[in-house]
């Protein structure tokens, strides 16, 4: 990969005048405007030019921002592009319909590359095609740096690192409940949601929705673990009911893929290390109507005649929730490390953010692993848990030089306390057994 002070940029927003890779924009024009070297991308100049005039009104140097043209579908001209920059921060989705040659240009290349997809059918095939190509050039392929999966995956991370690092033993379980939150959507993420359900094979569905280790499998790791499902679970180290989360199925895949990624670095994260995710819900009936609430997405998106009808009601790609909304949305993880020990101890812990999971919270998480890719790069070296080129999630690219980051753009990732798991299990486990005579 080329040095630092060789590309015009150390960053290229790709899909700059989509509805998140504005906000992106937005937010080096506020916090970072002078301080990197960057670019705008995309498709349409028109357009770009409008998202610049706009963000000049906070920072008026960003009209000197350059902008940089590209069709999505033109391979050497898309890595034109790529290789003036260092990293490049892509939200133009489907990814699947759109990505392909950004990714395999970043690794011709030599330029980093990060995303926000959820698309995993689409993550495994970038795997497949492009692992063995990037890590041996040590060019880094970031997916799902967005509320997909940045939260699960850095705040599991974060869990794991504690009780190995403070605690001198590895962890059996992380649980992740995701509680209270308030945000938008955007035509985009219906867009590529609605294009999986369409474009990919039942085969392929069925794998997604049954393989816990369906992106941890191509680097070589399987396991015991199971997806979660629809059904409402009592979470005893918890000692609280949980729904399903509708993005759990794509956020546990990736924790699995940092496990795998960091147990071939010989940093495991437990001898069969398991994940579940879901919705906290308090007790069994609401857990009940999240699961009532899940399916009914599923079958809406599922069935053709209604996903086309419910997407006549819905945001278009490129639309999505006001600044207002925007800035008045919020997210709360909570989280349990279950150890790896004769008497087992629950290390507890929580990740959130004030603001809009989806986009606010997503933009910057993307343009915060970005950074670390490209003003990081030496404290990353340093880590030898970490990997140095491959296709591969946050945390195993990243680790904890992400987490200080996240903190200094204002979200919140914190271990809170430990507690013996042995008397919490047995307390959970009679409360589990009283509400279920009831």
Request: net charge neutral; aromatic share 8%; charged share 20%.
């Amino acid at each position: 990969m080329a040095t630092v002070t060789s590309r015009p940029y150390q960053v290229v927003v790709w899909g700059a005048s989509g509805f998140t890779g504005r906000l992106v924009c937005e937010h080096i024009a506020r916090d970072y405007q002078g301080k990197i070297r960057w670019a705008m991308a995309g498709r349409d100049p028109k357009k770009l030019e409008q998202v610049r005039s706009e963000l000049s009104r906070i920072n008026p140097s960003v009209q000197d921002v350059p902008i940089l043209t590209a069709d999505a579908n033109d391979a050497p001209a898309v890595g034109s592009v790529v290789r003036q920059a260092d990293v490049v921060l892509s939200t133009a989705g489907p990814f699947a319909r759109y990505g392909d040659n950004v990714v395999a240009q970043a690794v011709e290349q030599g330029t980093h590359y990060a995303d926000i997809t959820g698309e995993v059918p689409w993550v495994r095939r970038s795997i497949q095609r492009h692992h063995a190509a990037a890590a041996s050039k040590g060019v880094k392929v970031l997916h799902c740096c967005g509320y997909d999966s940045v939260p699960s995956d850095l705040g599991t991370f974060m869990m794991v690192e504690y009780c190995k690092e403070k605690l001198g033993c590895g962890v059996s379980q992380v649980y992740t409940l995701v509680g209270p939150g308030k945000g938008g959507v955007s035509g985009g993420t219906l867009e590529s949601a609605a294009n999986i359900i369409a474009q990919e094979t039942s085969s392929e569905l069925r794998a997604v929705a049954s393989d816990q280790y369906y992106l941890a499998s191509p680097h070589g790791l399987t396991g015991s673990d199971k997806p979660a499902g629809i059904l409402p679970r009592y979470v005893a180290p918890m000692q609280t009911w949980a729904g399903p989360f509708i993005m759990e199925g794509v956020n546990a895949k990736v924790v699995q893929e940092s496990n795998a990624l960091f147990t071939a670095a010989s940093y495991p994260y437990g001898k069969d290390f398991k994940y579940y995710e879901g919705s906290a819900a308090g007790g069994l009936v609401g857990a009940g109507l999240i699961t009532v609430g899940t399916a009914l997405i599923g079958v809406v998106f599922g069935v053709p005649p209604l996903r086309a009808l419910a997407r006549r009601f819905l945001p278009a790609p490129g639309q999505g929730p006001s600044e207002t909304a925007r800035k008045g949305g919020f997210w709360n993880h909570e989280m349990v490390a279950v150890t790896e020990e004769e008497t087992p101890r629950v290390v507890r812990g929580r990740c959130g953010d004030r603001r809009d999971p989806g986009y606010w919270s997503t933009s910057r998480m993307l343009l915060e692993a970005g950074l670390a890719l490209v003003l990081d790069a030496p404290r990353l070296a340093a880590d030898t848990r970490l990997a140095r080129g491959g296709v591969m999630s946050p945390a195993a690219a990243c680790g904890s030089v992400l987490l200080e980051r996240l903190r200094s753009a204002g979200f919140s990732f914190e271990v809170v306390g430990v507690d013996d798991a042995t008397a919490a299990a047995t307390a959970a486990v009679t409360t589990a057994a009283t509400a279920t005579a009831k």
